[in-house]
């Protein structure tokens, strides 16, 4: 009874700057921040806001930022839907240029502490856990790849990628 009421009561909880922290749990090597609450099928965190379902990072992007215009679109830095982390959105006009933006930024993003996971893609993910499976070793692995065998360690541990379900794994070795 008391768990049920609780539920009722976080899924009405309204989200702020100050229980911002509530909404994600962060991952360490890459800096995201993931939403921890509804997704649509594309990764996109859901909530009402201001009375109407809104993607979550339009909600974040307002809290910091403030009201902007509707027409803009919300763009990751990071590639990464369920990511609310402000430093890693940006607005931009439509679409194609929030692709195109992310791409020439990419590398600035490589340049941090974390690059050896900002490097990879899902895909990479993916492939290096089925390789790995396959009975490739990490050092392998993190040669080919041209990351640190920490990395490498992080993607088994399930520190990083957490995001790359099983399901996406599935459907990518059902197209190949
Ligand atoms: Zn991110």
Not at 27 to 42: D, F, I, K, P, Y
Not at 80 to 96: D, M, V, Y
Not at 135 to 155: M, P, Q
């Amino acid at each position: 009874m008391k768990e049920k009421y609780n539920y009722m009561r976080r899924r009405r909880q309204e989200i702020n700057k100050e229980n911002l922290h509530e909404f994600y749990s962060l991952e360490e090597e890459t800096g995201c921040w993931l939403w921890n609450r509804a997704r649509n099928q594309r990764g996109y965190g859901l909530k009402k806001f201001k009375e109407k379902i809104t993607a979550a990072p339009r909600i974040v992007y307002e809290l910091v930022n403030g009201p902007f215009a509707r027409h803009l679109v919300i763009c990751h830095k990071c590639d990464n839907p369920p990511c609310i982390n402000p430093g890693h959105l940006f607005a931009g006009t439509q679409k194609e240029n929030c692709q195109d933006a992310v791409a020439k930024g990419r590398t600035a993003h490589n340049t941090g502490p974390n690059s050896g996971t900002a490097k990879l893609t899902r895909r990479n993910v993916l492939e290096i856990r089925s390789m790995w499976a396959a009975g490739y070793s990490v050092i392998s692995l993190a040669k080919r790849y041209d990351v640190a065998v920490s990395t490498i360690w992080s993607i088994f541990k399930g520190k990083t990628w957490r995001h790359v379900q099983l399901n996406e794994q599935i459907a990518s070795s059902v197209s190949e």
